[in-house]
Nanobody
Framework: QVQLVESGGGLVQAGGSLRLSCAAS????????MGWFRQAPGLEREFVAA????????YYADSVKGRFTISRDNAKNTVYLQMNSLKPEDTAVYYC?????????????????WGQGTQVTVSS
């Protein structure tokens, strides 16, 4: 069992930066692929970024590539999402997730554990 708690969301102006953190409980954190997803009002939850268990493989949605960076610290049971050059269309609730996804790291259904989400609002 893994419990995930996100933090770091908030209100920022367009062009600004935020760093999200996701703290995990449980001794098996380092075995999981970790993902970040987001959901805007009225829209489906969408993939943002993922990182494999070792941290050597990183994956990004095209919409955030070059602006967001995912990383993890297995010693601290924490995964991060550094978000730079934020745009109003990045406004959403951001969720972290853990699972054994294989190559389906972009698929919501492949993740077994989810955090409660943290709101990110980017003003224009």
């Amino acid at each position: 069992q893994v419990q995930l708690v996100e933090s770091g969301g908030g209100l920022v102006q367009a062009g600004g930066s935020l760093r999200l953190s996701c703290a995990a409980s449980g001794r098996t954190f380092s075995r999981y692929t970790m993902g970040w997803f987001r959901q805007a009002p009225g829209l489906e939850r969408e993939f943002v970024a993922a990182i494999n268990w070792s941290g050597r493989s990183l994956y990004y949605a095209d919409s955030v590539k070059g602006r967001f960076t995912i990383s993890r610290d297995n010693a601290k049971n924490t995964v991060y999402l550094q978000m730079n050059s934020l745009k109003p269309e990045d406004t959403a609730v951001y969720y972290c997730a853990a699972g054994y996804t294989g190559t389906y790291y972009y698929t919501v259904e492949k993740y077994d554990y989810w955090g409660q989400g943290t709101q990110v609002t980017v003003s224009s």
